[in-house]
């Protein structure tokens, strides 16, 4: 996994819309508003993208279920739900991360 830290409009969806398009990978964010302006900017920009889905929408349909990777945007958000999703709702307080071990 590589992770893209850049400061807010920085341009951090921007790269993943045009990952998206290389990739063929879908994007996942937050809320379906979120996934609306994702696939609005896309548009825009004039990339073919796979439709964006919210993180609800990807845990409760099999929808993106087929897909061999992931493109997520605004990260510790989705992986907050993520936890909770997988702990039974159980709310995350606090998490570590460690950039060492990670690709950037």
Known sequence: MRW???KRAGGKTTGLI????ATGYPIIVETDIQ???VKEIAVKLGAKIP???SVKKFFD???GRH???LLIDESP???EEALRKYFNGIEIAAAT???DDIKV
Do not use: D, G
Not at 18 to 21: L, M, N, T
């Open 35 to 37: 996934a609306k302006t």
């Open 77 to 79: 958000r989705i992986i």
């Open 67 to 69: 897909y061999e990777k």
């Open 4 to 6: 893209l830290n850049k």
């Open 61 to 63: 349909t099999s929808h």
């Open 18 to 21: 045009f990952a998206s398009e």
């Open 97 to 99: 991360m460690s950039l």
């Open 51 to 53: 439709e964006p889905m």
